[in-house]
């Protein structure tokens, strides 16, 4: 039997099966997060150092099963046990909060919906066959599910503007949009990116295009950020037609949800709206060749089990660019998981 060594150091210093041990049991650490994301425990430790016992009389949880969760979330990095059994938070623990910048909180929410850990529990099915788990348990695609579900529309849409202000600052500091005139945001989600960038560039005005039940609440997150004014929020199907008008198109952690045939199809509809001149910046994880660690190829597992789409190398990305009209121009990674792909018309 040929066995070969791993890239990753930890597997080499302790025995395979201990460490496949530890490994069977890591989905642990995400699922306290969850539970305590839920139960809003951050929110009950605020700034303060706090007793389990307050933290439990706050959550309405029981202080002895909340102890040793946050004991195993310390261990993690997750929480700190400043004294015995009193905990304050770490950085990590504090993205728990719903009252800050960057808060992960909706995010954690909505990654625990029990649709989604029942999907990831069925990835057998979708190794075996290719196709979501999703559809094969809830008996239809996630986007007419959560189209028939609309408060499963809502927490899905809050998730991805969690996700898209983690991307959004990493973004504008890697890439120069001076000199843009219109841009135009497809599958634009609530409009988080949007509104950076029209905080940023005071003469830049923009479109958040996604579908028409989306719009109201991307129109109430570019009122709030105070730049409703050179914002338009037009409700649409990207697999039918994109805005015309923009100088530079965005698809921001977009691409990854749609297999090649229908990536493709958007791509042509932004090729077409776009016209002979502009540019396209693709934001999304680009993938490391080989045994190169990169979250991405996780994301991509939650791709396989709920979608049809899948995560891309850049020779991916520049396949679908090439059969779309576009020429592939540069990849600017960034300090998230998402790179840069910008394409200009071929
Ligand atoms: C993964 S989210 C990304 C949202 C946003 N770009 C961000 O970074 O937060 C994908 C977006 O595509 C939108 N979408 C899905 N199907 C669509 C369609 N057929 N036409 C337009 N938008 C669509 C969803 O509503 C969602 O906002």
């Given amino acids: 039997m040929t066995v070969h060594p791993t890239v990753s150091d930890p597997a080499n210093e302790v025995p ?21 994301a839920e139960l809003g425990v951050a929110d009950a430790v605020g700034d303060e150092t706090r007793h389990v016992d307050d933290i439990a009389a706050r959550t309405g949880t029981h202080p002895g099963a909340l102890y040793r969760g946050l004991r195993a979330l310390a261990s993690v990095g997750v929480f700190t046990e400043v004294e015995p059994e009193t905990f304050a938070l770490t950085p990590l623990a504090a993205t728990l909060r719903s009252d800050v910048p960057g808060s992960m ?5 909505y990654v625990g919906l029990p649709e989604r850990q ?22 239809s695609d996630w986007w007419t599910y959560i189209a028939a579900h609309p408060e499963r529309a ?39 990116l ?34 409703a004014d050179r914002a338009e929020c037009v409700g649409g199907d990207f697999l039918e037609s994109v805005p015309e008008g923009g100088d530079v198109y965005v698809l ?53 089990s709920l979608l049809t789409g899948q995560v891309r190398t850049e020779a991916q990305f520049v396949e ?12 600017l990674p960034t300090r998230s998981p998402t790179s840069l792909v910008v394409a200009v018309p071929a």
């Avoid at 395979?16 to 305590?36: D, G, H, N």
């Fill in 16 to 36: 395979p099966p201990v460490r496949m041990y530890e490994m069977l049991y890591s989905s642990l650490v995400s699922q306290l997060i969850l539970a305590v």
């Fill in 105 to 109: 909180r909706d995010l954690a929410r």
């Fill in 118 to 139: 029942r999907s990831f529990g069925a990835l057998a099915h979708s190794l075996r066959t290719g196709r979501p788990a999703f559809d094969d348990l809830h008996g």
């Fill in 154 to 192: 809502e927490q899905f849409n809050r998730a991805m503007a969690s996700m898209s202000v983690m991307v959004n600052s990493s973004v504008l500091d890697v890439y120069d949009l001076s000199d843009a005139r219109h841009v135009v945001d497809v599958g634009g989600g609530h409009g988080q």
């Fill in 194 to 227: 949007v509104g950076a960038l029209l905080q940023r560039y005071p003469r830049l005005t923009a479109v958040v295009h996604d579908l028409p039940r989306v719009v109201p609440e991307a129109r109430a997150v570019l009122t709030g950020l105070g730049v």
């Fill in 252 to 304: 921001c952690w977009t691409l990854h949800d749609w297999d090649d045939e229908d990536a493709v199809t958007i791509l042509r509809n932004v090729r077409r709206a776009l016209g002979d001149s502009g540019r396209l910046i693709v934001v999304d994880e680009v993938l490391p060749e080989g045994d190169t660690p990169h979250f991405g190829k996780f994301e991509d597992i939650v791709m396989l």
């Fill in 320 to 331: 679908l660019f090439e059969k779309a009209g576009f020429r592939h121009q540069e990849t």
